[in-house]
């Protein structure tokens, strides 16, 4: 007999013995006293029976309430400690930012989990900090090292990571503290408030729309491919260091422009990203084939762009810190798709926001139009500069 039958047939037993006692109550007072004795058995039994259970359910809760009381602890000390700290894995994927590290970095706290922190930092630095902690998880000590953020031109802060150990984690976690340098506090002049900032940088964007509009109605019936050329520069010299426009003609993928940075301390690499197929562009590829913007604001992905002669990765040669590519179609994400726009942000620059991807994304559209007339085959006169 099973342990689940033994106890079905006890509890009946006792069952049955609890309506004995029941009608048992209309005996004589004299015979009460052996009943009350019976009743008190089996009370007994029953406490007995129970004691092992409740014991084993008591421990349970206390210490399901004690590790829910120390998360909660955790958390609230996490969130409002005013030092910038990140919870991350072993491959510096973000768990939680609190408040005074979303500030340091640019990085709002919802969007940051999940990404890799790695990412907030200048592309030199980024494999060392992979590397670094990933040595913490594997328990080898706490560390520290040096960093640049990218987000914030001349940002130093040192990086102190701590492995931490909890109970209802499957995974060792590292503490990542970031300490501002004293030149970082003092290095710069007061920045302008949140809301002028949004302001300025909205009249920016409006502004750059009016000026490729004008040059798109103004050309498109003189030379398509120039006309476009010349949006893409407009659009470089507002939004970014590099701009790279990709176009289909008669169904395969040519490079028309690429505009880089003046100064730029790579002499040849413009001349590499000239000289690419594009169909060698994972960036470039996936947007034509599915239609769909890529915002990557904080760049991790070093082969997205492709990979020179040598095999180095064009992103790290460029200092890539943030990439916004855009498909040629009249509305994102519905066929034909004309071409690819893709933007580069190089060095400590600030990722690209959603706010510009917008403004974009409405330029990249018009330009569409004026690119049906070379989806039939019209040439792309110029070349890429």
């Excluded at 003189?222 to 970014?240: F, Y």
């Excluded at 880089?260 to 594009?278: A, W």
């Excluded at 960036?283 to 915002?295: A, F, H, M, N, Y």
């Amino acid at each position: 007999m099973t342990q689940s039958e033994d106890f079905g047939s006890e509890f009946r037993d006792f069952a049955a013995r609890v309506e004995e006692l029941r009608a048992a109550r209309a005996r004589p007072d004299s015979e009460r006293s052996v009943l009350l004795d019976a009743a008190l058995l089996e009370l007994q039994h029953v406490v007995d029976d129970m004691r092992p259970a409740y014991e084993e359910f008591a421990s349970r809760v206390r210490g399901a309430t004690t590790g829910v009381r120390a998360e909660q602890l955790f958390k609230a000390i996490f969130e409002n400690i005013p030092v910038p700290v990140a919870l991350v894995d072993g491959e510096t994927v973000m768990r939680r930012i609190n408040a005074a590290a979303a500030d340091l970095t640019g990085l709002p706290v919802g969007y940051a989990a999940g990404r890799p922190l790695s990412g907030i930092l200048r592309p030199g630095d980024r494999p060392a900090l992979r590397s670094q902690t990933a040595a913490v998880a594997r328990g080898e000590g706490s560390r520290s090292l040096s960093v640049h953020l990218q987000s914030r031109t001349g940002s130093f802060v040192r990086v102190t990571l701590t492995e931490v150990l909890s109970s209802g984690d499957t995974e060792t976690a590292v503490l990542v503290t970031l300490w501002p340098t004293s030149t970082q506090a003092t290095g710069h002049p007061p920045e302008a408030t949140p809301t002028v900032r949004v302001a300025v940088r909205a009249a920016e964007l409006t502004d750059l729309m009016d000026r490729t509009t004008r040059v798109l109605l103004g050309g498109r019936a003189h030379d398509p491919a120039e006309v476009l050329r010349s949006v893409t520069g407009l659009i470089r010299d507002g939004i970014a260091d590099w701009a790279v426009l990709d176009l289909l003609v008669e169904g395969e993928l040519t490079r028309s422009a690429v505009h880089g940075p003046e100064g730029n301390d790579d002499p040849g690499l413009e001349k590499t990203i000239v000289q690419q197929d594009p169909r060698r562009c994972p960036v470039v590829v996936g947007v034509v084939s599915t239609g769909s913007v890529v915002l990557d604001g904080l760049a991790a992905d070093l082969d997205r762009l492709g990979v020179d002669d040598n095999g180095a990765p064009l992103a790290g040669r460029a200092d890539v810190g943030s990439l916004l590519a855009v498909p040629l179609s009249a509305q994102v994400g519905e066929p034909p798709v004309r071409g690819v726009l893709t933007l580069l942000r190089t060095g400590a620059r600030p990722s690209f926001s959603m706010a510009e991807a917008a403004c974009v994304e409405t330029i990249v559209g018009h330009m569409a139009i004026v690119a049906e007339a070379l989806a039939d085959g019209a040439t792309t006169a110029g070349g890429a500069e």
